[in-house]
């Protein structure tokens, strides 16, 4: 028991002995190991540092061999550019040595030739002198004389010249200018393609039969009473077979009678309320299409920003003829017209187109005013906002005022190609001869004149003068005049050619 007891309680002691001991030598191992490899790590570790230590110095040395060899390189080159600068310099300098001796030279070239040509005009001057004495005694005449009477030779030679040379250019200018206008307009009608024919406001209706007549007229003439009284035309109706005639100076209207007839006609039923419901309905289709035809024609134009006032007052004109022309196609004619010419000249063309459209814009409006065509279509345009250049041109394209810009003449020379190309208007023959005779009759009020005659429609005339009353001189005077006295009492389009003609005959019999 008691050895048990002691094995019991001694061995534990033991084994706890012994583990201690194991652990003891364990960590004595442990730490020789551990020791060893610090030892190795720290050997390596200076290895490594000596060799980073060589890698670094030769890194250094090879740099610096580099900076050494590149410093000796530069210091090489720029040996090699001062000794480049010293040649150029010595070059230089014996450039200039060169110069300096041949400038030397060509100095003492220079002061003997000065010396040749003083000795020369000391010569001359002697001979000069010698020549002037005795040309002073061959011609009777000092030298201030000769010279004055040399100078005013000359003097006449120069005005003679000088007066040929302006009588050349002058002429010259003239052909020229002739010539240039001539081309423009030339080239302007070439390249105008309008109607040649003129539309004629038509007054007269149809009816399809003479019964008709008495359906218009109605009981007691109260339809015709009231077709007049709305519309305000004069309806006659006589004996002309199948037709009704409308008279009246106002072209909308008559054109507002004349369709709200021709509806009620092809209607059947006319009494006064479809009368006056007709009329009504074909007065806002009148005054819308007036409308229509004013856009349509700035439209064709390329013509913009025009007030609405404006264009209605273009449209009126779609309604109105002038000697058998229709107004607006006028207008757009003279508009085209002039533009081309603008575009031809380097004027305006913009400007001048809108000129021309508007410049007969006065015979489509409805006053009472006594101005002229001319003036109320003025005065309509400064209204409407125009700017006063086109007011100007509207108001001198018939020569009422004076034109302040070259667009106011262009549309002058527009609106008389427009008025006098063939066909483009008709004159009664009563009107065609009383003007060709009042053109006449104020030619030969004049003194000294025996006879005119008008010719070319009216775009000429021919004077003859009496050789023993008017003389030469005096012809272009008394052309002046007659010229001044047409355009004071006369209206016409266009210019007219004065042509003067007065010859002397001498008849002698030989017996």
């Known amino acids: 028991m008691v050895l048990q007891l002691i094995l019991y309680i001694g061995l534990p002691i033991v084994g706890i002995v012994l583990g201690w001991i194991i652990r003891w030598l364990y960590a004595r191992f442990q730490l020789s190991a551990s020791e060893q490899r610090a ?21 250094a040395k090879e740099k610096l061999i580099q900076e050494r060899n590149q410093q000796e390189k530069e210091n090489r080159e720029r040996r090699s550019e001062l000794q480049r600068y010293e040649q150029r310099l010595t070059h230089k300098e014996e450039t200039l040595d060169k110069r300096a001796v041949t400038l030397d030279d060509q100095e003492k070239g220079f002061k003997k030739r000065e010396k040749e040509i003083s000795d020369r005009e000391s010569v001359l001057k002697t001979e000069e002198t010698r020549y002037r004495q ?45 010539k240039k206008a001539r081309d423009v307009l030339v ?34 003439g109260r339809n015709i009473r009231t077709l007049e009284t709305l519309t305000g035309v004069d309806i006659i109706i006589d004996d002309t077979p199948e037709a009704v005639v409308i008279s009246c100076f106002d072209p909308v209207r008559k054109e507002i009678a004349r369709v709200a007839l021709e509806r009620l006609i092809s209607d059947g039923r006319i009494h006064p309320s479809r009368i006056e419901e007709i009329v009504q309905k074909v007065t ?37 003829t002038s000697y058998g022309q229709n107004v607006l196609n006028h207008s757009k004619e003279v508009a085209v017209i002039a533009g ?22 006065g015979k489509g409006t409805e006053t009472d005013s006594e101005q002229n065509h001319a003036e109320v279509g003025a005065e309509m345009a400064r209204k409407m906002g125009e700017e006063p250049r086109i007011v100007n041109a509207i108001a001198a394209h018939h020569n009422d005022v004076e034109p302040e810009s070259i667009e106011a003449v262009i549309v002058q020379i527009a609106d008389a190609i427009s008025a006098a190309r063939p066909g483009a208007r008709r004159e009664t023959m009563d009107n065609y001869v009383k003007r060709l005779e009042n053109l006449e009759a104020v030619a030969e009020g004049f003194d000294g004149v025996e006879k005119a005659y008008a010719i070319q ?53 030989a017996r």
């Open 39 to 59: 030892e190795r790590v720290k050997q390596d570790a200076i290895r490594e540092a000596e060799a980073q230590k060589k890698e670094i110095l030769l890194e």
């Open 134 to 178: 005795e040309l002073e005694r061959i011609s009777g005449l000092s030298a201030q004389e000769a010279k004055t009477l040399i100078i005013q030779n000359l003097e006449n030679e120069a005005r003679h010249d000088a007066q040929a040379l302006l009588n050349k250019i002058e002429q010259e200018s003239q052909l020229t200018a002739e």
């Open 187 to 220: 080239t302007t009608i070439q390249r105008l393609a309008t109607e040649t024919t003129s539309d004629v406001t038509v007054t007269t209706v149809s009816l399809p039969s003479d019964e008709m007549k008495g359906r218009i007229i109605g009981r007691e």
């Open 284 to 320: 806002r289709e009148i005054q819308q299409k007036i409308y229509e035809e004013g856009e349509k024609t700035l439209f064709d134009l390329g013509i913009h920003n025009m007030s609405q006032d404006a264009i209605r007052a273009l449209g009126r004109l779609y309604f109105r």
């Open 340 to 361: 081309m010419i603008a575009a031809e000249v380097g004027a305006d063309r913009e400007l001048a187109k809108r000129a021309a459209l508007l410049h007969d814009i």
């Open 457 to 509: 429609a009216g775009r000429e005339l021919r004077v003859l003068v009496n050789n023993e009353r008017v003389a030469d001189a005096d012809v272009k005077e008394l052309a002046r005049n007659i010229a001044k006295q047409i355009e004071n009492d006369l209206k016409y389009p266009g210019r007219i050619k004065i042509t003067m003609i007065r010859e002397t005959r001498i008849v002698e019999y």
